[in-house]
Every structure is written in structure tokens, then in C-alpha cells.
């Protein structure tokens, strides 16, 4: 059993405190977001994260888990300090340190004796390091000197999957210098350790360069499919069965080749932003990822012009009401950061469409998200109420209940019947055979 703290009780920072708890440590999670704790306290999961509310219940009454807002307190009372704040993009494209720093100083300022500092956030190669020196530098302000080290541990989990990849991970990567901290890391991952999950143990910048490489890697995956779908639809080819034909070779899997309106997210977006940033830095330019970053804006922007296409060519969206299905940036999350529904109805709205857009968990995200559009935007009741007298349907997250849409009564509530699944789950076949024009992505 460790003692552990976790600073940020966002996405990562609550499934990794509350699943830590699980494997029978004894977890403090701490959060600078007073309502956040609050809620948390009063049994309330601030978001939308599918098994996350029995796991933390579970460890709330078993006594491992608690909620602070304070750190110093937690610090004291822990020997494993997790870092899990957010690291969003800064206005050039850097990851943005300033959260990583502030709790890295204030660890430093309140620690009292030995201390593991564990980097979960995703962070630039080198950010260890200067954990390590922020922390020695508040050491040195108070006239201490205290031992303590930094790890690098990457987190892989999927929001909409989190608790279960956070307690099945394909592999825990632990970036550390000194055996005292590899011990230590080992103690808290103790139930994953012994379950031979592959753990895999590198030096500090090793672990760091695994994460971005990791994202940026299925980044350009996701943006290659994207552009051969592009090219099927010039030469009248079907994306999907390419894909299917790709994915059985075992050297290339069938993971993250579904065409679509290009990926999003917390982490795509900025952390290959991130990763071109620290090549171009250290002049070794990631011209493959620079190349994704901008093939997977023109994705987004592409798939307005494939709506105002089907619906007649230049002008045509003005003054129609397009229905959009799903606004997180995935299904089984409420995450909005970067969804492509953002960019699609930011460029709907430029071409003057009216839209009726619904999602079942992201609408109070989308509120204020779409902030910029909402003279063009209504929020729709649920999917059919989105559908009502709508011009076009599309479809933009592939949540299971927007997979079995009742094809005829959309039809009658349609006024006129335009199908664009921009994700290729429906057949051609069968939209077709019920009296609607369908536009997938690349077939
Ligand atoms: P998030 O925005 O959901 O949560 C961050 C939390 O940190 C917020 O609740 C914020 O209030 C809190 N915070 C900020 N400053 C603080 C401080 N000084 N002390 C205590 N709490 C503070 O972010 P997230 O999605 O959980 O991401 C966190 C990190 O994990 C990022 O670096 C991200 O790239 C990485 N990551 C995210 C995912 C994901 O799917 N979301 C997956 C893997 C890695």
C-alpha cells in the first residue's frame, strides 16, 4: 500500500486517483476547482466517464479515497506525489507548463521528507527536468534540503474507456533515475505488476518521447486513412473496404483506420502540436506530423464542403437547417476539446445554415463551446427533435444510439432528405433504399 497524492482531478487525475485507490493504495485527490471537489464530496462525478462513479464510490466507502483542495496537507501526508494537471497548447503550438509548474513549486514549498514527484501529465521531453528544478529551487528558498525524485509516468488511457484501460493497460511506462523511485513505482502499480501488465522501465526523456510518439503515431494513422479516403472518393473506390483489406495485415492492425471528419480531442490536437514543436526546437523537423496537423484541419474544413456540395454547390447551405448528430469529440464522453462538430458548425454557420444540433452527454460542453455560433444554433431535445424539418442530417459522433436511427421516421420528419454519415456507419444500400441521398467519407 503507497500513500499517494494526485494534483488535478480532471479526465486523468480522477480515474488514475480513483483506480490507484482500487489497487489498494490509499489516494488523496486534490484539485485547485473548489466546485469540483465539492461535487466529488458529495458523491457527484464532475464528468462523464462510463464505470468511473462505482470505482470512486467503492473507495470513498472503503476509506482510500478522499478529495482536498489543498495540496500541501496531501503532500505531507503521501510519498508519491502525482502531477496530473491539464497541459493545454500555448498560443505557438508549445505545451503550455504553467499548471505543471505551479504544482511542482507548491510541492516543493509544503514537502517534509522523501518524495516521489510523478509526472502523469503529457509533457515535453525535458519537463522532468525542470520539475526537478522548480522543486529544488523552493527547497532552496526555505533553506532545506530534502530528497526527493521525479518519474516520468505516461498515462494511455481513452476517455469513454477509462477505468477499464487504466486498470488493463497495454503496457505502464516508468521513466525514472535511481532505484528507490523504480521501487517505489513498482509498490503503486503493485496489482498491475504482479498481473504481468508489461512494464516497461526507461530513463526520464525515454519515457516522455514514448507518450508523444505514441499520440502522434495514431494521429497520423487516423490522418492517412483520411487522405486514401479523400483519393477513393476521386477514383470511386470504397475506403472502407480498403481499410478492411489493410487492417487484416498484421504488420499495419485495423485500429484507427475509420475514415471521417478528422480527429479531435484533449490530446491529438495539442500533443501533435507539441511534438512539432520540439523538433522544430531541437532542429530535427517532424515533417510527418507537421504534414498531419495541417491534412487533418483541411479533413475538418473538407467536410463542410462535402455538405454544401450534396446540397446543391456554392450557396446552398443559406438559410437551410442542417441537424448535427453528436458534438463530443468521441462517443461516451462529454469532451469537447477540439471536435470536429466544432469546426463543422462554426463553417455551417459561415455559410449561413441554421443548426439544430443534439448530443446525449455534451450538451452542457457544447453551450458554451458553440458560444461563437449560437445566433445560428439550437439545441434540439433529443435525436428525432434535431430532425424535425431539417434539410440534412449529419451525422458527426458515432454514439450507439445514433448508430439505429429509425431510418423512416427520420425520413418523415426530414424536409428533405439528405444523409451525411461522416463516420460510415450506415450502408449506402439501405439510406438509399429509403428515399434518401447518402454521403459517406470515401466510398
Ligand atoms: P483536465 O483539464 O480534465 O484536468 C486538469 C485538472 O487540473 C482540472 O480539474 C484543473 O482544475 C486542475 N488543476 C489545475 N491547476 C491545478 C493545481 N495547481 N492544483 C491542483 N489541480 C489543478 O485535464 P485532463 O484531460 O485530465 O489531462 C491532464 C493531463 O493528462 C494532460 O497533460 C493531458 O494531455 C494528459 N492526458 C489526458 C488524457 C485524456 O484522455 N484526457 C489521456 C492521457 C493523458
Known amino acids: 500500500m503507497s ?14 486517483g480513483a483506480c490507484l485507490a482500487d489497487f489498494g493504495n490509499r489516494v488523496v485527490c486534490v484539485d485547485t476547482n473548489v466546485e469540483k471537489i465539492e461535487a466529488l464530496r458529495n458523491g457527484k462525478i464532475p464528468i462523464f466517464e462510463p464505470g468511473l462513479d462505482d470505482v470512486v464510490a467503492r473507495n470513498v466507502a ?14 505531507r501526508s503521501s510519498e508519491v506525489v ?13 505545451a503550455d507548463l504553467q499548471y505543471v509548474e505551479a504544482v511542482a513549486r507548491e510541492i516543493g514549498r509544503a514537502m517534509d521528507g522523501y518524495k516521489v514527484v510523478v509526472d502523469k501529465s503529457t509533457v515535453p521531453v525535458g519537463t522532468a527536468r525542470k520539475v526537478r528544478d522548480w522543486i529544488a529551487e523552493e527547497l532552496a528558498a526555505r533553506g532545506v534540503d530534502i530528497e526527493f525524485d521525479v518519474v516520468s509516468n505516461p498515462e494511455f488511457l481513452r476517455e469513454g474507456s477509462a477505468v477499464q484501460d487504466f486498470t488493463h493497460p497495454d503496457r505502464v511506462v516508468i521513466g525514472a533515475e535511481g532505484e528507490r523511485a523504480r521501487g517505489l513505482m513498482k509498490e ?13 522501465e526507461t530513463g526520464l526523456e525515454t519515457a516522455e518521447m514514448i507518450k508523444y510518439a505514441a499520440n502522434a503515431f495514431l494521429a497520423v494513422k487516423i490522418t492517412f486513412i ?19 483489406a489493410m487492417g487484416r495485415d498484421g504488420r499495419i492492425g485495423s485500429k484507427f483506420l475509420h475514415a471521417g471528419p478528422g480527429y479531435g480531442g484533449s490530446c491529438f490536437p495539442k500533443d501533435t502540436h507539441a511534438m512539432a514543436m ?8 517532424m515533417s510527418i506530423v507537421e504534414t498531419t496537423i495541417e491534412a487533418n484541419d483541411r479533413q475538418k474544413a473538407r467536410m463542410v ?5 450534396g446540397m446543391g454547390g456554392a450557396g446552398s447551405l443559406r438559410g437551410k437547417t442542417v441537424a448535427v448528430l453528436g458534438l463530443a469529440f468521441k462517443p461516451n464522453t462529454d469532451d469537447m476539446r477540439e471536435a470536429p462538430a466544432i469546426a463543422i458548425c462554426e463553417g455551417l454557420a459561415a455559410r449561413g445554415a441554421k443548426i439544430r444540433a443534439w448530443d446525449p452527454e455534451a450538451m452542457k460542453e457544447a453551450a458554451w463551446r458553440l458560444e461563437g455560433v449560437k445566433a445560428s444554433l439550437e439545441f434540439a431535445a433529443d435525436e428525432y427533435d434535431a430532425l424535425d424539418g431539417a434539410d440534412a442530417l449529419v451525422l458527426v459522433t458515432e454514439w450507439n444510439q445514433l448508430r439505429t436511427l429509425d431510418l423512416d421516421r427520420v425520413k418523415a420528419l426530414m424536409r428533405t432528405p439528405a444523409f451525411f454519415d461522416l463516420r460510415n456507419v450506415y450502408k449506402r444500400a439501405e439510406v438509399e433504399g429509403k428515399g434518401f441521398s447518402y454521403f459517406g467519407v470515401g466510398r
Not at 479515497?65 to 496531501?74: D, K, Q, W
Not at 483520411?226 to 478492411?244: F, I, R, S
Request: glycine share 12%; charged share 20%; hydrophobic share 40%.
Open 82 to 94: 502525482f502531477v496530473a494537471v491539464g497541459t493545454p497548447p500555448a498560443d505557438d503550438g508549445s
Open 305 to 309: 464542403e462535402k455538405i454544401e456540395a
Open 278 to 285: 520540439i523538433g522544430r526546437d531541437y532542429g530535427e523537423p
Open 62 to 75: 472503503a476509506g482510500r479515497l478522499s478529495f482536498e483542495t489543498g495540496l500541501a496537507g496531501a503532500v
Open 3 to 16: 500513500r499517494i497524492a494526485v494534483a488535478g482531478t480532471g479526465y486523468v487525475g480522477l480515474v488514475s
Open 188 to 200: 503503486v502499480y503493485r496489482a498491475l505488476y504482479l498481473n504481468e501488465t508489461p512494464y516497461i
Open 226 to 244: 483520411n487522405e486514401v479516403a479523400n483519393l477513393c472518393e476521386k477514383v470511386g473506390a470504397d475506403v472502407q473496404d480498403v481499410a478492411k
